[in-house]
Structures are given as structure tokens and as C-alpha cells.
């Protein structure tokens, strides 16, 4: 077996394995952090393809953005005894059949689509080709996405903008946990 | 800098007192926190340092003593480094400790806020070398390096890469994740041994890494200094090894950092997010506009 398809299984196993802990696990920060592994193997499995620019902003935005957030919720939010009571049967049922659709849905159009071997060598993606695509308006341009995201981006913000200035006439609301 | 010897009774001079600790801390019993989440709690600085090792993988020491050259480089270290705060909040949650929970939420909410600064202040320069990739910048500063080629705005750069990335890395006088004397040690108050051992050689090794990111994107890496067209002092300069050049460029930049640590005070919270998203910020998002200005025109060296 070749070097590269060990590393393939070592990073699927571990985004299934770590997937699964995600949703099981009753402590929420632990879940926070199986999901982080989640990630980073998805990344890792980027960089083998040698798209390190997505590999790159994988790590960047979802392990040290994303995940960052939530633990950072987390722990202004619950206490380290804090367990989440398991849920019932039902729910267990349901989501497992949601998860199961949503598998073979996407493993048939994965089995559907004829993926063409090729002997080229993979192409190198440079900064430049990256940054001139994201704006053009040509045929593989990716100028309305962007800008479709950042406007999406700025409505996030001003929203959270105006939630969080709700509070401010009455100054009694949240104590600041970082001056105690 | 601080006038005082140190030890000094291992081995000549004292020189041989870290191995003297290292194997102290190795042999350190491990305590076991109750009521603390143990698996968390052994994990946390583990991700810490994974994450400085990583980064130092990118570091091209000198031409061609490079781990890996990505293409990505710059991107890289910024998106490897971010990793580790994740490890400081973990481990302040997870011993179970007011202390520790405190000092990682003033941890988390400055590494976040101050990685913008390092970032921007890095594209800055990316702006003007037109690539990502770490070996391509060193070279582009063969015949000068980018703080004087790209004057004015390299500078500001350079200045504000200092200030956040001294913030980010944890140090004074921006401590106050583990400011002594409200917090005990902030986030690692519970950890003994070497897993202390670990956060601390991890804000070494994250220290180190920032200057010789400092060194390599500003200061040319392991490029000799030269000056346009002295062709003699030129060729004096390249007679001093790349590898000297680059460690005394970093150390140079490690020096700067241990003088803010011994001058400045201590700031508050608010204050440093205050320095942070109220100034350095703007500071910062104006000097990119003026340096792809400058790079437009053509009026850098």
C-alpha cells in the first residue's frame, strides 16, 4: 500500500471516528474539541491533494476561527460539571435516519459522477491565480459569490452590532467576566 | 537588560542550568486535578505545542534549510499558529479553576482580536513581495531588505507586527493572561511538570517563531545586509554565513520584545482591546491601501 493511501485511511478514520464522538459525547466542550479534530483532518486531507490554500484557510477559518468561537461561548456559558442528559429514543431514531438519507445521498452522486484519471502533474495554485479568479467576471470567476458572501458578511455584522447595543442603556445586564 | 547573574553553578557560567531544569521537570510528579475534565486537561498542552511545532516548520532558516516550502507560506504560519490558542482555552476550562477560566478568557479574547493585527501586517508586506511563499519573499529582499525598500508603510508594518504579535504571543507587557498578581499563573495554574514544562516552552518557542517571522518577511531573513551598488562592502557582507544573519536578526527582534516586557506596565483588559480595535486596527487597514498605493505607482526601492 502506498505511503499516501495510509494516509487517507488514518485521516478518514479519524473525521469518522471523531465525527461520531462529536455527536455522542455528552460534555459540550468535548464535542467543541472532537469537532476541531474533525477539521484539522479535513484539512489534512487537503493538503495530500496539494491544495494548501484551502488546507491553509481550513485551519485558519474553521480550527482557529470557528472553533475558537464556540469554545469561547462555551465557556462563558456552562460549567465544567455541566453534562448533557442523553436524549430519547425518538430523537436518536430520527437523526439517525436523517444522517443515513443524507450519506447515501451524497455517496450516490459521488458514485454517479465518472471522475477521469489523469497523469498530469497536479497544478500548482499560486497566489496570484487565486486572487484574479476570485474577481473576474469571466466564465470561472468567482466576483458575484464574493461579493454575494460579504454582503451576506456585513449583514451578520451590523446584526450582531445591533444586538449587542440592545442592552445598553440598562448597564446591569451581563457582569464582565474578564475585570472580576 | 536586567543586571542580575542568573544561576550560575552548573557547568561553567551557569550555561548548562536548562538541561539541569529540563530534566528536573521530567522527573516532576504529574498531579492529578480533581473534579477536573482529565482527558481536556491532557490534551490542552499538547495542542499548544503541536501548534508552535508546525509553525516552525515553515521557517526557512537559511537558503534551501527549510522543512517545507509552501507556497502558502506566510498563510500557513498564521492559520498554524491560531491553532494554539485553542489550547490555552482548553486547559483554562478544563482545570476546574477561576484562575485558569479568567486567565483563558483574556488569553482567548487578545490572541483573537491581535491575530487580525499580525495578518494584516503581514499582507502588507505580501502586497509588495507578490507572494505567499516564504523563500520567494527572502529572495525578493536580496538588494535590500523590505523595510527599506518599502519605507513608510514597511515600517508601520513592522512596528505594529511587533506590538501584536508581543501580544500575541502571550508576553509582557501584554501578560495578562498570567498576570502574577491577580491570577496566580492564569491558565496554567493547575498544570505541573513537564505538562507545565510544555506551555512554557511553547511561549519560548512561540516567541522565537515570531521574531524570525519578523526577521525573515521584514528584515530579509537570511539574506546579508547590502546596500545598492557597494560592491565591496557587498561582498565584506557576504562572507558572514546566511545562518549568523538569520539568528542575529532574530535574536535582534527577541531583544526588542524582552525590552517592552522590562519597560512597559501591565495592561488592562479593556485598555488592550481598546489599543487594539481602536487603533492598531485602522492603523492597519489604511497602511495596506497605502502600500498597494505605493506598489501601484511604483515608489517603492
Avoid: C
Avoid at chain 1, 100 to 120: H, M, R
Avoid at chain 2, 19 to 30: H, M, N, Q, S, Y
Avoid at chain 2, 117 to 145: C, F, H, K, P, Y
Amino acid at each position: 500500500m502506498a505511503s499516501n493511501q495510509i494516509m487517507f485511511i488514518l485521516f478518514a478514520a479519524m473525521i469518522v471516528v471523531f465525527s461520531i464522538l462529536t455527536v455522542t459525547t455528552r460534555k459540550i466542550l468535548r464535542a467543541a474539541t472532537y469537532l476541531l479534530f474533525v477539521l484539522v483532518s479535513t484539512s489534512g486531507l487537503y493538503f495530500m491533494l496539494n491544495y494548501q490554500f484551502l488546507a491553509a484557510v481550513q485551519l485558519t477559518l474553521y480550527a482557529g476561527g470557528i472553533v475558537v468561537l464556540i469554545i469561547f461561548s462555551i465557556l462563558l456559558t456552562s460549567h465544567i460539571s455541566q453534562n448533557f442528559e442523553s436524549s430519547g429514543w425518538k430523537k436518536n431514531i430520527f437523526s439517525a435516519l436523517a444522517a443515513i438519507i443524507g450519506a447515501i445521498l451524497s455517496i450516490v452522486t459521488i458514485l454517479d459522477y465518472s471522475f477521469s484519471a489523469t497523469t498530469q502533474a497536479a497544478q500548482e495554485v499560486d497566489m496570484r491565480l487565486i486572487g484574479k479568479s476570485l474577481l473576474s467576471v469571466e466564465y470561472d470567476g468567482y466576483v458575484l459569490p464574493f461579493e454575494v458572501i460579504s454582503v451576506l458578511l456585513l449583514a451578520a455584522m451590523v446584526a450582531a452590532i445591533v444586538i449587542a447595543k440592545k442592552g445598553a442603556p440598562k448597564k446591569t445586564v451581563l457582569p464582565n467576566l474578564n475585570q472580576e | 537588560m536586567q543586571n542580575r547573574l542568573g544561576p550560575n553553578r552548573v557547568g561553567p557560567f551557569g550555561i548548562f542550568q536548562t538541561i539541569a531544569d529540563l530534566f528536573k521537570l521530567l522527573f516532576k510528579e504529574l498531579i492529578p486535578i480533581k473534579d477536573a475534565d482529565s482527558f481536556l486537561f491532557n490534551l490542552a498542552p499538547f495542542i499548544v505545542i503541536i501548534a508552535s511545532f508546525m509553525a516552525i516548520a515553515a521557517i526557512p532558516f537559511a537558503k534551501g534549510l527549510h522543512a517545507i516550502d509552501l507556497n502558502i507560506g506566510v498563510l500557513y504560519v498564521i492559520a498554524v499558529s491560531a491553532m494554539g490558542v485553542i489550547g490555552v482555552l482548553l486547559a483554562g476550562w478544563s482545570s476546574n479553576n477561576k484562575y485558569s477560566l479568567i486567565g483563558a478568557m483574556r488569553s482567548g479574547a487578545q490572541i483573537v482580536s491581535y491575530e487580525l493585527s499580525v495578518g494584516l501586517a503581514l499582507i502588507t508586506i505580501v502586497i509588495m513581495a507578490g507572494s505567499m511563499q516564504l523563500s520567494v519573499i527572502v529572495e525578493a529582499q536580496r538588494d535590500g531588505w523590505f523595510i527599506f525598500k518599502g519605507h513608510i508603510p514597511a515600517f508601520i508594518a513592522f512596528v505594529i507586527f511587533l506590538i501584536s504579535s508581543t501580544a500575541e504571543t502571550n508576553r509582557g507587557p501584554f501578560d495578562l493572561a498570567e498576570a502574577e498578581s491577580e491570577l496566580t499563573a492564569g491558565y496554567h495554574t493547575e498544570y505541573s511538570g513537564i505538562k507545565f514544562a510544555f506551555f512554557f516552552l511553547a511561549e519560548y518557542i512561540n516567541m522565537f517563531i515570531v521574531a524570525s517571522i519578523a526577521a525573515t518577511v521584514f528584515l530579509g531573513g537570511w539574506m546579508p545586509f547590502h546596500v545598492g551598488h557597494w560592491g565591496g562592502f557587498n561582498q565584506v557582507m557576504d562572507f558572514i554565513p546566511p545562518f549568523i544573519w538569520y539568528i542575529g536578526k532574530t535574536f535582534f527582534v527577541i531583544f526588542l520584545m524582552m525590552w517592552f516586557k522590562w519597560t512597559f506596565p501591565r495592561l488592562r483588559i479593556d485598555q488592550l482591546l481598546t489599543l487594539e480595535w481602536k487603533y492598531l486596527l485602522p492603523i492597519n487597514l489604511v497602511n495596506v491601501l497605502i502600500m498597494a498605493f505605493i506598489v501601484l505607482m511604483g515608489w517603492h526601492f
